[in-house]
Structures are given as C-alpha cells and as structure tokens.
C-alpha cells in the first residue's frame, strides 16, 4: 500500500506541475478526489488487506488525500492569481496616463422628463419647489380636506412611521399647502398669481407588478389667482402635454373625486399610438388616464390662509397631480414600471433628453 502511495504522490506532482488553467486543475482534481478517482480506489483496495494493517494504511492513505487537498487549493490560488494579472495586466505595466475607455454615466429617465416638465412649466412663469419626503398627517391629509377616519384615506394606502404623526408622503399634494402659505402674502399684497410645480417621490403601499410600484414619482401643480377656472386648467395641461409629447394633443375631462379638488376630474389623453381608434396600449378605448386635477376646493384654499371665511371664494385655482412615472414610462415607452427602480444600466443608460 505504501509502495501504491508513493507511486501516485510522484504522479500526483508530475500531473500538477503541468497543469496551467483551471480547466485541468479541475480535470486532475477529478481523476484523484472524486468518488472513481485514485483515493477512493485506494480505500477500496484498503477493505481487502489483512485487518492488522488496516490502521496504518488508512492512516497513509488520509494523509495522502490531505496532502493533495491542500495542494490544489494552492494551486487554483496561483492560477487565480496568474489569472488576474493577465486580465488587469501587471503593476508594473500599467500607465495611469493612458486614455482610458470609460463608460459615461447618464440621467435617469424620470430625471429626464422631471427637467423637461420643469423647463416647459418655468417658461409659463411657474415657480419649482421641493418638499420632504416625510410629512406630517396634517399636510398629507387634514390640509386637503381629508379628515382623521375619513374613508378617502382609503385610497392612499400610506406607510406611517413609528415617529407619532409623521408619514412617507403618498402624494405630492402634501405641499399644497405650505406652498399656499409661502406665496399667499404675494398674490395678495402684490397681485403676484401663485404658479408652482412642485415633483417628488410618493410612497405607497402597493403590490408590486409590471404597472404598480410602492415608490414612484408625481409632479404637482397648482396655479391660483383671482378668476381662474377650468378653462385655464386645461389650457396649461394641453401645452404642457403637446411639448412633452412633441404634438398636438387632444385631452378630455372625466370626472374624478378627491376631496381637495371641487370639481374633480380626470385627464384623459386620446392615446397616440392609434390616435383614438383603439390599440392595445390603450385597451382598445382611444384614450389613456394620465393626470388627476381640479378646481382646488374652498376648503383647502381657506387653510392655506388665501380665501378667508368672510370671502370664500375670492381666489380660486386648479391643482394637477401628474404621474411622472407614468408620463416617463408613455414617453419612453417602458413596458415595466420596475425598470425604474432596478437599477440596470443597460436599461437606464438608453435615455437623453431632447
Ligand atoms: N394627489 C392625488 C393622488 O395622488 C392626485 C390629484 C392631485 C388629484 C391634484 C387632484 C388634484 O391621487
């Protein structure tokens, strides 16, 4: 048995030291220590010799297969090694001042229509604002009209923090009102209409598929003077979509509720993939929901400090809340919401702005 050992100890390092890649490291590894290879063999050959030299040579035969063990994993360390400098190519070789082939990044696509909508609205004379992401119930739901217990909140499916009282923003609206106790003293002391859009990131509960994410993106709107109306509503709301979308668009109004809006629509755009005759992206009806809006209610402009309880309707405006997941998602035509948020580069890396 000791004779059989050696002999294959000496095979053993003849085979290894001509082995080079992992390929044969593997292939050698296989002929010695699977369950055909040469130590099994040996075990095999160890239940036939006579018991009293059972022990020594079962001994031999562990130590061998140790022995071996140990040095193959040395081995697939230096090809691994070997390896690795063959791919980055040695220290001593590298040139830092060589022109390197990077890869640029770029803005993700969300990023992209956010900028778009911010330029055309800041060309209508609209202020940008930025609000938190975490807020307080009061401007997420009390400040809308939409009271503690109140069955709307139904519609919102919104994660509360252990902090008491403060949430993960489930809709842009929630600035609505800081916004209108910002600008309120200008529209009223200089006649300055308020116009803001305000984007961000909203969260909800959502069971997540193709069309449905728990974060997404909106970007609000709201526009208040005195007079204005529905008219003026879908005026900016077309515009704003014909650039977008580099076309004219036809828009029409449903009707909607949410407790901020008083009337409360839905904005519907003729899709414009078939130009209204029906196509599957439009599920055969020629139009596509694209943006919630309305005539602010008198309540929501009382607490924001711009209509007072004698004067209720002096000022009046429209609010939009537009999907910008949704627009990023029509104007790119991404089929998969979760694109978005996986961040794959080869997805994300596709989008430029115009
Ligand atoms: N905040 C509403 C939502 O996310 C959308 C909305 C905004 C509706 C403004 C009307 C006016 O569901």
């Known amino acids: 048995m000791k004779d059989r050992i050696n002999e294959l100890k000496e095979r053993f390092a003849s085979e290894l030291s001509a082995v080079s890649d992992q390929k044969s490291l593997e292939d050698l590894r296989l002929a010695f220590l699977s369950k055909k290879g040469k130590v099994s063999e040996l075990m095999q050959e160890l239940a036939k010799i006579p018991n009293e030299q059972k022990k020594e040579a079962g001994q031999l035969i562990n130590t061998f297969k140790q022995e071996i063990s140990a040095r193959f994993d040395a081995k697939m360390e230096e090809i691994r090694k070997m390896e690795e400098e063959r791919l980055i190519g040695s220290t001593e070789s590298y040139d830092e001042s060589l022109p390197q082939k990077i890869k640029r990044g770029s803005y993700h696509p969300i990023t992209l229509v956010q900028r778009e909508l911010e330029d ?49 923003k489930s809709h842009t609206s929630a600035a609505q009102n800081a916004i209108m106790h910002k600008y309120g003293p200008l529209l009223k002391e200089k006649g300055r209409p308020i116009r803001a859009v305000f984007p961000g990131r909203c969260f909800r509960n ?35 979509l014909s650039e977008v979308f580099e076309r004219d668009v036809t828009v029409r109004l449903r009707p909607g509720f949410f407790p901020f809006v008083e009337p409360g629509f839905e904005l519907d755009i003729q899709c414009l993939i078939c130009g209204g005759d029906g196509c599957p992206s439009c599920k055969n009806s020629g139009w596509l929901e694209l943006c919630p809006c309305g005539m602010i209610h008198p309540n929501v402009l009382k607490y924001g400090g711009i209509n007072t309880e004698e004067n209720p309707y002096e000022y009046t405006g429209f609010a939009f809340g537009l999907g910008l997941t949704r627009l990023a998602m029509m104007k790119y035509g991404v089929k998969d919401i979760r694109t978005f948020n996986e961040g794959d580069l080869n997805a994300l890396s596709q989008f430029v702005s115009k």
């Open 206 to 240: 959502e069971a997540i598929d193709a069309c449905h994410e728990n974060t997404f993106f909106q970007m609000e709107g709201i526009m208040i003077d005195k007079n204005i109306s529905i008219s003026n509503l879908i005026y900016f709301m077309k515009t704003m």
């Open 120 to 168: 055309i609205f800041e060309s209508m004379g609209f202020d940008v604002e930025d609000y938190s992401e975490i807020v307080d119930d009061y401007h997420c739901f009390e400040a809308l009209n939409i009271p503690p217990f109140h069955p709307a909140r139904d519609m919102q499916d919104t994660y509360y923090l252990t902090t008491p009282n403060q949430l993960l």
